[in-house]
Every structure is written in structure tokens, then in C-alpha cells.
């Protein structure tokens, strides 16, 4: 019985050394298409894990609705993951879970798109950033991407939390002095980002996979 072996390690070239070379790479074809690796705050971070079934699935029905809200509104454009965001002011280059820039960042040049539906990155601060917390990102989606999104001035941090039986949901809100916690009501969640409430739900399929829902009113 032979082995097949799909993809190759992560080899880092030896000229990637601050933020700038980080970006430089991460823009060429040189950069690998498997796993997560990021610049943050002068470390690399590399993350090869697989994703677990509760958090693809809670990925992406919340990168779903929240396209098709920004679509039919037309408030601006939402990214699901494999997209760059970098900021230099924060030292941040990563590809978060989920963004959404609104026209008035674009129009008032808070973010960049400067290639158009070619560009690999989007710079400067988006409105609002997602991620979905695992085993192996803990650390680095609680405290240090808490930190660098706060210095990005990002106006709303989503984090969700799929692991419990009960899902997580919470959107910390920009402040001066830090990230603060919407208050919830009845499970409800207000975004001053797209001015509307947000609920998180989830139940278990027969097929023993949890089947999550993001309502919007």
C-alpha cells in the first residue's frame, strides 16, 4: 500500500523578516495555499490544523449571511477567509475568519483595494472582523488578534466560540481605551456596524452534526 502525500511543509524563505517581506511573499504565488500563517505584532504565526465540523459549519453561515446582508443592502463588501488584512500601524497581516468593509471606509481611503477584484489584501482598517476560536487559536484569537484589532481601530471585533454544546457569540465594540462587550438582550446582539440586532442558534442534526443558525433583525 503506497502513500500519498498532498501539499508539502510550510517552507518560510530566509528573507522574511518584518512586515514588509511577510507581505511581499504573502502576495506571490510562492505563498502556500494550505493552512493559516500570519504577522502579527513581529512573530510569525504558522497553523496547520484541520478545522473541526462545528467550526466550518459555524464559519460559514456566518460568512453567509452576513454576504447576502451586505449584498442586499449594499452597504459595501464582505470577505470570507483566504482574504489578507493588513495594517501597518498594528503590525497586523493576517486572513481573518470574516470582514466587512463598508463604502464610506473605502470613500474616506481608511481601506485600500487598490487592484480592484485582482487585489490579495485589504489594507487599512476595515469595519468589522470575524473569528471563530479553536483548540489551536485560542491565544492568538482572545488575546493577541484582540489587541491588534483594537490598534487597527476596528470598529467591531466578532468572536465565536463553537466548541460548547451552547455556542458563543459576542461583538466587542471599539473604544478608546479598549474592546468593551455589546450587552446582550434575550440572546440578541446589537452591530452599529450594519444596524441590526444578531442571534446566534444552534441544534443537533440527526446525523449528530450541530446545524447553527445567525438570525438578523
Known sequence: MSLATIGA??????WVGDLASFRRWA?????PTHGW???LNDELWVDL???RASHNQ???ITNSRLTLLTHAEDLGFYFADR???TNEDAGLSTEPDGMFVSHLAIAKRR?????????LEVHGSPDMTLEVVSDSSEEKDLEILRDLYWRAEISEYWLIDARPKTPVFDILRYTAARYVSVRKQDGWSR??????????GARTTRAGITRYTLSIR
Open 9 to 14: 511543509p510550510v517552507r518560510i524563505p530566509s
Open 27 to 31: 502576495r506571490s504565488p510562492a505563498f
Open 37 to 39: 500563517i500570519a504577522h
Open 49 to 51: 490544523s484541520m478545522e
Open 58 to 60: 459555524v464559519k460559514g
Open 83 to 85: 482574504m489578507l488584512l
Open 111 to 119: 481601506v485600500f483595494l487598490d487592484e480592484g477584484d485582482q487585489t
Open 191 to 200: 452591530s452599529r456596524v450594519f444596524g441590526k440586532s444578531f442571534r446566534l
